[in-house]
Protein backbone atom coordinates (compact mmCIF):
# COMPACT_ATOMS: atom_id res chain seq x y z
CA UNK A 1 0.00 0.00 0.00
CA UNK A 2 1.37 3.49 -1.02
CA UNK A 3 1.63 6.23 1.23
CA UNK A 4 -1.50 7.70 -0.82
CA UNK A 5 -3.04 4.83 -0.58
CA UNK A 6 -2.64 4.90 3.16
CA UNK A 7 -3.50 8.44 3.73
CA UNK A 8 -6.51 7.91 1.63
CA UNK A 9 -7.64 5.10 3.68
CA UNK A 10 -7.13 7.49 6.92
CA UNK A 11 -10.08 10.16 5.66
CA UNK A 12 -12.16 7.27 4.55
CA UNK A 13 -11.94 5.83 8.24
CA UNK A 14 -12.41 9.20 9.68
CA UNK A 15 -15.32 10.06 7.69
CA UNK A 16 -17.17 8.01 8.91
CA UNK A 17 -18.75 8.75 11.81
CA UNK A 18 -20.02 5.23 13.07
CA UNK A 19 -16.49 4.19 12.40
CA UNK A 20 -14.90 6.90 14.88
CA UNK A 21 -17.27 6.61 17.26
CA UNK A 22 -16.40 3.07 17.72
CA UNK A 23 -12.54 3.66 17.88
CA UNK A 24 -13.31 6.24 20.82
CA UNK A 25 -15.28 3.44 22.61
CA UNK A 26 -12.53 1.10 22.12
CA UNK A 27 -9.89 3.51 23.08
CA UNK A 28 -11.70 4.10 26.25
CA UNK A 29 -11.94 -0.09 26.81
CA UNK A 30 -8.37 0.09 26.15
CA UNK A 31 -7.03 2.20 28.63
CA UNK A 32 -9.66 0.25 31.26
CA UNK A 33 -7.65 -2.66 29.99
CA UNK A 34 -4.45 -1.04 30.65
CA UNK A 35 -5.10 0.78 33.92
CA UNK A 36 -8.68 -1.41 35.34
CA UNK A 37 -6.34 -1.67 39.10
CA UNK A 38 -5.76 1.97 39.07
CA UNK A 39 -9.35 2.96 37.94
CA UNK A 40 -11.04 0.94 40.65
CA UNK A 41 -12.48 2.94 43.50
CA UNK A 42 -12.49 0.30 45.92
CA UNK A 43 -11.26 -3.50 45.83
CA UNK A 44 -12.91 -6.05 43.81
CA UNK A 45 -13.57 -8.66 46.89
CA UNK A 46 -13.76 -5.54 49.73
CA UNK A 47 -17.12 -7.40 51.33
CA UNK A 48 -19.18 -4.61 53.40
CA UNK A 49 -22.30 -6.72 54.34
CA UNK A 50 -23.95 -3.28 55.39
CA UNK A 51 -23.57 -1.82 52.37
CA UNK A 52 -25.02 -4.64 50.48
CA UNK A 53 -28.07 -3.91 47.40
CA UNK A 54 -27.04 -0.43 47.44
CA UNK A 55 -28.68 1.21 44.61
CA UNK A 56 -25.71 3.62 41.96
CA UNK A 57 -24.98 6.59 44.16
CA UNK A 58 -21.95 9.08 44.52
CA UNK A 59 -20.23 6.83 46.67
CA UNK A 60 -20.79 3.83 44.53
CA UNK A 61 -21.60 4.69 41.07
CA UNK A 62 -22.88 1.21 39.79
CA UNK A 63 -24.49 -0.18 43.27
CA UNK A 64 -22.93 -2.87 45.51
CA UNK A 65 -24.01 -6.61 44.93
CA UNK A 66 -25.53 -8.37 47.73
CA UNK A 67 -22.07 -8.84 49.63
CA UNK A 68 -21.84 -5.01 49.18
CA UNK A 69 -19.28 -5.11 46.89
CA UNK A 70 -18.57 -2.23 44.59
CA UNK A 71 -19.93 -3.17 41.37
CA UNK A 72 -18.20 -0.58 39.33
CA UNK A 73 -14.68 -1.83 40.79
CA UNK A 74 -15.57 -4.97 39.78
CA UNK A 75 -16.94 -4.02 35.96
CA UNK A 76 -13.32 -2.62 35.76
CA UNK A 77 -11.42 -5.29 36.32
CA UNK A 78 -13.40 -7.95 34.57
CA UNK A 79 -13.63 -5.59 31.70
CA UNK A 80 -9.75 -6.11 31.90
CA UNK A 81 -9.78 -9.89 32.57
CA UNK A 82 -12.13 -9.97 29.44
CA UNK A 83 -10.23 -8.27 26.89
CA UNK A 84 -6.84 -9.95 28.14
CA UNK A 85 -8.61 -13.19 27.35
CA UNK A 86 -10.17 -12.02 24.12
CA UNK A 87 -6.84 -10.56 22.45
CA UNK A 88 -4.67 -13.47 23.58
CA UNK A 89 -7.26 -16.26 22.36
CA UNK A 90 -7.60 -14.33 19.21
CA UNK A 91 -4.07 -14.19 18.62
CA UNK A 92 -3.78 -17.63 19.15
CA UNK A 93 -6.14 -18.18 16.22
CA UNK A 94 -4.07 -15.68 13.94
CA UNK A 95 -0.97 -16.96 14.05
CA UNK A 96 -1.82 -21.01 14.05
CA UNK A 97 -5.03 -20.40 11.69
CA UNK A 98 -2.91 -17.72 8.99
CA UNK A 99 0.48 -19.92 8.74
CA UNK A 100 -2.33 -23.44 8.43
CA UNK A 101 -4.21 -20.96 6.05
CA UNK A 102 -1.70 -19.48 3.99
CA UNK A 103 0.45 -23.09 3.23
CA UNK A 104 -2.73 -24.70 2.56
CA UNK A 105 -2.99 -21.90 -0.53
CA UNK A 106 0.10 -21.32 -1.18
CA UNK A 107 1.45 -25.01 -1.62
CA UNK A 108 -1.94 -26.65 -2.90
CA UNK A 109 -1.91 -30.33 -3.84
CA UNK A 110 -2.70 -33.23 -1.27
CA UNK A 111 -1.77 -30.96 1.33
CA UNK A 112 -4.00 -27.86 1.11
CA UNK A 113 -6.92 -31.14 0.92
CA UNK A 114 -5.48 -33.06 3.69
CA UNK A 115 -5.53 -29.06 6.05
CA UNK A 116 -8.56 -28.20 4.45
CA UNK A 117 -10.49 -31.31 5.68
CA UNK A 118 -9.07 -30.79 9.18
CA UNK A 119 -10.59 -27.02 9.14
CA UNK A 120 -14.31 -28.55 7.58
CA UNK A 121 -14.25 -31.18 10.80
CA UNK A 122 -13.64 -28.06 13.39
CA UNK A 123 -16.12 -26.13 11.45
CA UNK A 124 -18.72 -29.12 12.16
CA UNK A 125 -19.08 -28.23 15.13
CA UNK A 126 -20.88 -24.85 17.01
CA UNK A 127 -18.33 -23.08 18.01
CA UNK A 128 -20.03 -22.54 21.66
CA UNK A 129 -20.31 -26.30 22.19
CA UNK A 130 -16.64 -26.58 20.91
CA UNK A 131 -15.27 -24.59 23.07
CA UNK A 132 -17.59 -26.58 25.71
CA UNK A 133 -15.78 -29.61 24.94
CA UNK A 134 -12.51 -28.13 25.51
CA UNK A 135 -13.43 -26.91 29.00
CA UNK A 136 -14.91 -30.19 29.89
CA UNK A 137 -11.57 -31.86 29.14
CA UNK A 138 -8.98 -29.55 30.48
CA UNK A 139 -11.21 -28.21 32.94
CA UNK A 140 -12.36 -24.75 34.07
CA UNK A 141 -9.78 -21.96 33.98
CA UNK A 142 -8.32 -18.44 32.68
CA UNK A 143 -5.84 -20.91 30.57
CA UNK A 144 -8.39 -23.53 29.37
CA UNK A 145 -10.78 -20.34 27.80
CA UNK A 146 -7.95 -19.03 26.41
CA UNK A 147 -7.05 -22.16 24.75
CA UNK A 148 -10.49 -23.29 24.11
CA UNK A 149 -11.30 -19.80 22.46
CA UNK A 150 -7.95 -20.01 20.30
CA UNK A 151 -9.07 -23.61 18.71
CA UNK A 152 -12.40 -22.60 18.06
CA UNK A 153 -11.25 -19.67 16.11
CA UNK A 154 -8.32 -20.79 14.37
CA UNK A 155 -10.86 -22.43 11.53
CA UNK A 156 -11.90 -19.60 10.66
CA UNK A 157 -8.80 -17.27 10.07
CA UNK A 158 -7.71 -21.25 7.99
CA UNK A 159 -10.42 -20.18 5.64
CA UNK A 160 -9.67 -16.36 5.07
CA UNK A 161 -5.78 -16.70 4.94
CA UNK A 162 -6.28 -19.69 2.21
CA UNK A 163 -9.16 -17.85 0.36
CA UNK A 164 -6.70 -14.53 -0.17
CA UNK A 165 -3.73 -16.58 -0.36
CA UNK A 166 -5.65 -18.53 -3.33
CA UNK A 167 -6.30 -15.01 -4.81
CA UNK A 168 -2.73 -13.80 -4.32
CA UNK A 169 -0.71 -16.82 -5.79
CA UNK A 170 -1.92 -16.22 -9.54
CA UNK A 171 -1.25 -12.66 -10.22
CA UNK A 172 1.38 -11.64 -12.43
CA UNK A 173 3.78 -10.24 -9.80
CA UNK A 174 4.11 -14.02 -8.11
CA UNK A 175 4.62 -15.73 -11.41
CA UNK A 176 7.20 -12.98 -12.65
CA UNK A 177 9.01 -13.86 -8.79
CA UNK A 178 8.87 -17.49 -9.38
CA UNK A 179 10.60 -17.12 -12.94
CA UNK A 180 13.20 -15.14 -11.77
CA UNK A 181 13.96 -17.90 -9.04
CA UNK A 182 12.87 -16.22 -6.20
CA UNK A 183 12.23 -18.56 -2.82
CA UNK A 184 9.13 -19.22 -1.31
CA UNK A 185 10.02 -17.52 1.37
CA UNK A 186 10.77 -14.25 -0.03
CA UNK A 187 7.25 -14.47 -2.01
CA UNK A 188 5.10 -14.89 0.98
CA UNK A 189 6.91 -12.27 2.42
CA UNK A 190 7.10 -9.74 0.09
CA UNK A 191 3.63 -10.96 -1.84
CA UNK A 192 1.40 -13.31 -0.31
CA UNK A 193 1.37 -11.69 3.70
CA UNK A 194 0.97 -7.78 3.05
CA UNK A 195 -1.91 -8.66 0.53
CA UNK A 196 -4.14 -10.84 2.70
CA UNK A 197 -3.54 -8.25 5.99
CA UNK A 198 -6.73 -7.00 5.02
CA UNK A 199 -9.35 -9.63 5.11
CA UNK A 200 -7.09 -10.84 8.37
CA UNK A 201 -7.39 -7.58 9.73
CA UNK A 202 -11.25 -7.31 9.28
CA UNK A 203 -11.84 -10.64 10.55
CA UNK A 204 -9.42 -10.25 13.86
CA UNK A 205 -11.95 -6.69 14.61
CA UNK A 206 -15.06 -9.23 14.35
CA UNK A 207 -13.23 -12.01 16.05
CA UNK A 208 -12.03 -9.99 19.09
CA UNK A 209 -16.11 -9.30 19.56
CA UNK A 210 -17.14 -12.93 19.50
CA UNK A 211 -14.03 -13.75 21.71
CA UNK A 212 -15.69 -11.33 24.39
CA UNK A 213 -19.32 -12.74 24.06
CA UNK A 214 -17.45 -16.73 24.17
CA UNK A 215 -15.11 -15.74 27.20
CA UNK A 216 -18.65 -14.05 28.81
CA UNK A 217 -20.92 -17.22 27.93
CA UNK A 218 -18.42 -19.50 29.40
CA UNK A 219 -17.94 -17.80 32.64
CA UNK A 220 -21.49 -17.79 32.78
CA UNK A 221 -21.76 -21.27 32.47
CA UNK A 222 -18.92 -21.63 35.63
CA UNK A 223 -16.48 -22.74 33.35
CA UNK A 224 -14.53 -19.75 32.37
CA UNK A 225 -12.80 -17.26 35.24
CA UNK A 226 -13.03 -18.51 38.77
CA UNK A 227 -14.49 -16.63 42.11
CA UNK A 228 -13.11 -14.33 43.23
CA UNK A 229 -11.52 -13.13 40.32
CA UNK A 230 -14.39 -10.87 38.66
CA UNK A 231 -15.81 -11.70 35.26
CA UNK A 232 -18.94 -9.99 32.97
CA UNK A 233 -20.21 -13.18 32.59
CA UNK A 234 -20.27 -14.60 36.22
CA UNK A 235 -21.84 -11.52 37.59
CA UNK A 236 -24.38 -11.80 35.16
CA UNK A 237 -24.83 -14.99 36.46
CA UNK A 238 -24.95 -13.93 40.13
CA UNK A 239 -27.58 -11.24 39.82
CA UNK A 240 -30.43 -13.39 38.50
CA UNK A 241 -31.64 -13.98 42.13
CA UNK A 242 -31.18 -10.24 42.58
CA UNK A 243 -32.72 -8.94 39.19
CA UNK A 244 -36.36 -7.45 41.16
CA UNK A 245 -34.67 -5.64 43.90
CA UNK A 246 -31.11 -5.09 41.95
CA UNK A 247 -31.18 -4.24 38.50
CA UNK A 248 -27.78 -2.58 38.51
CA UNK A 249 -26.17 -6.27 39.18
CA UNK A 250 -26.94 -7.75 35.78
CA UNK A 251 -27.13 -4.61 33.36
CA UNK A 252 -23.99 -2.64 34.18
CA UNK A 253 -22.15 -5.96 32.97
CA UNK A 254 -24.25 -6.62 30.26
CA UNK A 255 -23.89 -2.89 29.34
CA UNK A 256 -20.15 -3.91 29.15
CA UNK A 257 -20.08 -6.62 26.97
CA UNK A 258 -22.65 -4.76 24.80
CA UNK A 259 -20.36 -1.94 24.36
CA UNK A 260 -17.47 -4.04 23.43
CA UNK A 261 -18.77 -6.12 20.76
CA UNK A 262 -20.70 -3.39 19.14
CA UNK A 263 -17.94 -1.41 18.66
CA UNK A 264 -15.79 -4.29 18.07
CA UNK A 265 -18.35 -5.27 15.24
CA UNK A 266 -19.08 -1.44 13.87
CA UNK A 267 -14.74 -0.56 13.82
CA UNK A 268 -15.01 -3.90 11.70
CA UNK A 269 -16.86 -3.06 9.41
CA UNK A 270 -15.89 0.69 8.77
CA UNK A 271 -12.41 -1.76 8.18
CA UNK A 272 -13.90 -3.66 5.79
CA UNK A 273 -15.40 -0.90 3.31
CA UNK A 274 -11.60 0.47 3.32
CA UNK A 275 -9.87 -2.14 2.77
CA UNK A 276 -12.21 -3.94 0.49
CA UNK A 277 -11.60 -2.65 -2.91
CA UNK A 278 -15.16 -2.82 -4.12
CA UNK A 279 -16.81 -1.32 -0.88
CA UNK A 280 -13.90 1.07 -1.14
CA UNK A 281 -14.86 1.96 -4.78
CA UNK A 282 -18.76 2.39 -4.25
CA UNK A 283 -17.99 5.07 -0.77
CA UNK A 284 -15.59 6.64 -3.16
CA UNK A 285 -18.21 6.97 -5.54
CA UNK A 286 -20.90 8.02 -3.49
CA UNK A 287 -18.56 11.05 -2.55
CA UNK A 288 -17.47 12.31 -5.65
CA UNK A 289 -21.55 12.43 -6.47
CA UNK A 290 -21.93 14.69 -3.75
Not at 61 to 87: K, N, Y
Not at 170 to 189: H, K
Request: charged share 15%.
Amino acid sequence: MTKDSRVSSWRLLAGNPVTVVSAAVLAVVAVVALGAGWLAPYGINDVNVPDALQSPSAAHWFGTDELGRDVLSRVLVATQASMRIAVVSVALAVVIGVSVGVVAGFRGGWLDAVLMRVVDVMFAFPVLLLALAVVAILGPGVTTTILAIGIVYTPIFARVARGSTLAVRTEPYVAVSRAMGTGDGYILRRHILPNIAGPLVVQTSLSLAFAVLSEAALSFLGLGIQPPQPSLGRMIFDSQGFVTMAWWMAVFPGAAIFLIVLAFNLFGDGLRDVLDPKQRTMIEARRGQR
